[in-house]
Every structure is written in structure tokens, then in C-alpha cells.
């Protein structure tokens, strides 16, 4: 039997899809995997410290995503410039990102260090837990400028069209951080001081790959390594409406742990381990965006506008049907999953409920970040600026309202399902229009 074209062609960008977005999977979920690890250690000292490692978690999470446009933007621009054919400008450009990364990481460490306490405060964390967030979030602080590098030279590689190298560093800073917080919380009795310093030196060995894997990337190809201000100063500017989008994005999920925090520790434990899995399932639903990104840049580079339609279509349906087998398996392991993470009653009935809503939001979640990916790979930061911005005004009275009718955990997660509704609505309307299929080797 002979295939029609239209078949050949969705079989050839469902093998480029997977190309990028099997590696990337185990890339992207490195991080919620670091800190669910973290939370399967640190679960075992008590609810107090589990729930202060939440605070932090999502505190460190704020400072590190805002700056997320270091790997998506990188991924976008070096993309168009592999698909305009300039392999020079493509490494030039990734490494003006990580010097871009460098700076940035070491200010925050700076201006980060004497606000932890109204950090800490502004989640609302209770007596018991504030202390263990402080410290938490005092000794991460100094694997910022790591994570931050970590995202630059991630960008590079997808903009390469390489997730391989990604997916091997991960790998590897995932058992390192696994393997020293096991040594240093359980062995050597750190508390989550050790688990805190344990991921920091797990970072910091990622972040030294990827300098090395770049640096050999620039010998080859020619391409400038020193500091461009010029250069920095274009990647910061062209970063600017993504750092409006994860802002946005960002304040929905801060609130969603405030809101959680001031319900009680049990649900302030609850929530942070179903916010973990919630992001893990993101993280791997993101893997197909990530080859969104890197493909899309790379054929609007190219000036390939059919084949950027046909691929974005391919990758929704995808989306959708990773949404759907993802919502299943929760559904699958929720009566056991709980009791990985924490020995207390209350903690574990709250999180069998919240893992319901979780599951049930997977089909829609698999839409939206696709999306989100394709057009951040177009360099539609504007409107992506704009929408992020509209979804979270449509979460905060809904969270708060819910709050306020004593509905719990249960309310707070609906109102994270009808901001996910918002999103799937505003960048489907996107997608279905032209005006972010601009072509050239830059936006």
C-alpha cells in the first residue's frame, strides 16, 4: 500500500518532533525532579520542613523563571540563524545569552541575600516552617548564577537542534543532586540545609559542562567568546516581553502558594508536592514545545511558512494526546503516590483530592504549552506578553473568591484550571491567524 504525501509529511515532522522532544523530556523535567528528590528526603524530617522546603522551592523557582527567557529566547534567534544558514551569528548569539546569564545570576545573588526573611514572609509561612524556608532559600542562592548558565547553554543546544547533550547533563546533575542529599541530609545529618547545598553543587557541575560543550562549539564554527555589550544588551532587550509572560505567569503560581500557606501546614505540605507533580507533567508536556521552539525558529529562519503551518498542527495533536496518557497514569498511581512523600494522615487525604484536579487538567495543559512553545519559537513575545497577563487578571479573583468560600485546596486548583482554560483560548486565536508567522533570520 502506498502513502499519500500528506501521510509522508506527517510522518517526517512526527520523527523530527520526537528527534528534539524525547531528549528533551528527560531535560526539562530534571528540575521538578531535583526537588521532588528533594522533597522525598526532606518529607522524612517532618511536615515543618517539607512545607518550608515549598516556600523556598517556589521563591527559587520565581527568580530563576523570570529569567526563563534565557533559554527560550536563545533557542528562538539561534534557531532563525541555523535556518538562515549563518552557523556563526547562531553560536555568537547563544553565547552573548550566557554572559547575559552570568551577570544576571550573580546580581540576584546580591539583592536576594538580605530580602530572604520578606521573602519568606510574603508566602505567608507559618512560625514552624519560616525558618526552615530561610535556610533553604539562603544557601540555593548561590547555585543562581549556575541555573541560570544552565538555561543559556540549554538554549544554544535547541537552537542547534541538539536536545541529546541537554538530555546527558541532566541525567547526570539529577543523580549528583540524588546522591548528595542523600549523603548530606541523611548520612551526614545536614537537615534541609544539606538538601539545599546538595543541589547547589549539582548545578554547578551542569552549568561547567555546558561552558565547556559551547566553548567547543565557538572554536569550531569561529565564533567570538568574550564579553559583547552590544550583543548582551540585545539578548536582555529581546527578553524583556518573555520576562512580562513568566511574570505573569509566575504571580498565579506565588499566589496559589500563598493562598496554600495561610490554609495551614498540611495544606502548604499538600500543595507543594501535587504544585511538584503538576510541574513535572508541565515540564514533560513542555518537551514537545521545546521542539516547537527549535523547529519553528528554525523553519520562519528559512522563510518556510507551509511547513512551519503543517508542523505547528502536528505538534498540537501531540499535545493533546500526551495530555490525555498523562492524566491517566496519575489517575493510575494516585491511591499509592502520597505515601512516597509523607507519613501524615491529614497531608496525604489533602493531596488525593488535589491529585484528581491535577489529572483532569492534563488534555487542556498539553495544548497550552505546546502553543505557548511555538509561538515563543516565532518570537511572539508581544502578544504572549499581553495574553499571560489577561489569563492571570481571569485567575486572581477566581483563586481569592474560592478562597474566601472555604472550598480549600480543591477551589484553589480549579481556579489554576480556569487559568489554564484562559490560555489555551487566547493562544489558540493566535495561532489561527498569520500574524506571527514572520520570516528572516531575525523577528
Known amino acids: 500500500m502506498t502513502t499519500t504525501p500528506r501521510r509522508r509529511l506527517a510522518t517526517a515532522h512526527d520523527r523530527e518532533i520526537l528527534r528534539l522532544a524525547v531528549p528533551a523530556f528527560g531535560a526539562l523535567v530534571a528540575e521538578p525532579l531535583f526537588l521532588l528528590s528533594d522533597a522525598a528526603i526532606v518529607g522524612r524530617l517532618g511536615t515543618a520542613?517539607?512545607?518550608?522546603?515549598?516556600?523556598?522551592?517556589?521563591?527559587?523557582?520565581?527568580?530563576?523563571?523570570?529569567?526563563?527567557?534565557?533559554?527560550?529566547?536563545?533557542t528562538a534567534g539561534v534557531a532563525r540563524q541555523v535556518g538562515?544558514?549563518?552557523?556563526?551569528?547562531?553560536?555568537?548569539?547563544?553565547?552573548?545569552?550566557?554572559?547575559?546569564?552570568?551577570?544576571?545570576?550573580?546580581?540576584l545573588i546580591v539583592v536576594g541575600w538580605p530580602l530572604v526573611p520578606t521573602i519568606v514572609d510574603a508566602f505567608g509561612a507559618s512560625a514552624a516552617v519560616a525558618p526552615y524556608a530561610e535556610t533553604y532559600l539562603r544557601v540555593s542562592l548561590f547555585g543562581i548564577p549556575s541555573m541560570l548558565v544552565v538555561l543559556a547553554g540549554t538554549g544554544v543546544l535547541r537552537g542547534l537542534q541538539d536536545t541529546r547533550t541537554p538530555l546527558a547533563v541532566s541525567i547526570g546533575g539529577f543523580s549528583l543532586n540524588l546522591l548528595l542529599n542523600v549523603v548530606f541530609v541523611l548520612?551526614?545529618?545536614?537537615?534541609?540545609?544539606?538538601?539545599?547545598?546538595?543541589?547547589?553543587?549539582?548545578?554547578?557541575?551542569?552549568?561547567?559542562?555546558?561552558v565547556a560543550v559551547v566553548l567547543r562549539a565557538a572554536r569550531r564554527h569561529g565564533s567570538l567568546v568574550r564579553p559583547d555589550l552590544a550583543g548582551i544588551r540585545t539578548s536582555a532587550t529581546a527578553g524583556l516581553a518573555l520576562v512580562v509572560r513568566t511574570a505573569a505567569l509566575r504571580v498565579v503560581l506565588l499566589v496559589g502558594t500563598s493562598i496554600a500557606a495561610r490554609m495551614g501546614d498540611e495544606e502548604i505540605a499538600a500543595y507543594q508536592v501535587g504544585f511538584q507533580v503538576w510541574t513535572l507533567l508541565a515540564f514533560a508536556l513542555d518537551a514537545i514545545a521545546i521542539a516547537g521552539q527549535a523547529?519553528?525558529?528554525?523553519?520562519?529562519?528559512?522563510?518556510?511558512?507551509?511547513?512551519?503551518?503543517?508542523?505547528?498542527?502536528?505538534?498540537?495533536?501531540?499535545?493533546?494526546?500526551?495530555?490525555?496518557?498523562?492524566?491517566?497514569?496519575?489517575?493510575?498511581?494516585?491511591?499509592?503516590?502520597?505515601?512516597?512523600?509523607?507519613?501524615?494522615?491529614?497531608?496525604?487525604?489533602?493531596?488525593?483530592?488535589?491529585?484528581?484536579?491535577?489529572?483532569?487538567?492534563?488534555?487542556?495543559?498539553?495544548?497550552?504549552?505546546?502553543?505557548?512553545?511555538?509561538?515563543?519559537?516565532?518570537?511572539?513575545?508581544?502578544?504572549?506578553?499581553?495574553t499571560s497577563l489577561l489569563a492571570t487578571i481571569v485567575f486572581l479573583p477566581a483563586a481569592i473568591v474560592l478562597h474566601r468560600a472555604d472550598t480549600g485546596l480543591i477551589g484553589l486548583w480549579a481556579a489554576i484550571g480556569l487559568w489554564m482554560l484562559t490560555r489555551m483560548l487566547t493562544l489558540g486565536l493566535r495561532a489561527r491567524g498569520d500574524r506571527w508567522l514572520v520570516t528572516g533570520a531575525v523577528r
Open 49 to 74: 520542613p517539607l512545607g518550608g522546603l515549598g516556600v523556598a522551592g517556589q521563591a527559587l523557582s520565581t527568580l530563576v523563571y523570570l529569567c526563563v527567557f534565557l533559554a527560550y529566547g536563545t
Open 84 to 107: 538562515a544558514g549563518d552557523m556563526r551569528a547562531a553560536v555568537r548569539q547563544g553565547i552573548d545569552g550566557m554572559w547575559l546569564a552570568l551577570a544576571l545570576g550573580t546580581a
Open 187 to 210: 548520612v551526614l545529618d545536614w537537615g534541609i540545609a544539606g538538601s539545599a547545598w546538595g543541589t547547589v553543587l549539582a548545578q554547578t557541575g551542569s552549568a561547567a559542562v555546558y
Open 295 to 386: 523547529i519553528t525558529g528554525r523553519y520562519l529562519g528559512a522563510s518556510d511558512v507551509p511547513g512551519t503551518r503543517a508542523v505547528t498542527r502536528r505538534m498540537v495533536w501531540w499535545g493533546v494526546g500526551c495530555g490525555v496518557v498523562f492524566g491517566l497514569a496519575i489517575l493510575a498511581v494516585r491511591p499509592w503516590l502520597p505515601g512516597l512523600f509523607t507519613t501524615d494522615g491529614g497531608v496525604r487525604d489533602l493531596l488525593l483530592a488535589s491529585l484528581l484536579l491535577v489529572a483532569l487538567q492534563q488534555p487542556v495543559a498539553g495544548v497550552v504549552f505546546v502553543l505557548d512553545g511555538i509561538l515563543i519559537g516565532a518570537g511572539d513575545g508581544a502578544y504572549l506578553a499581553v
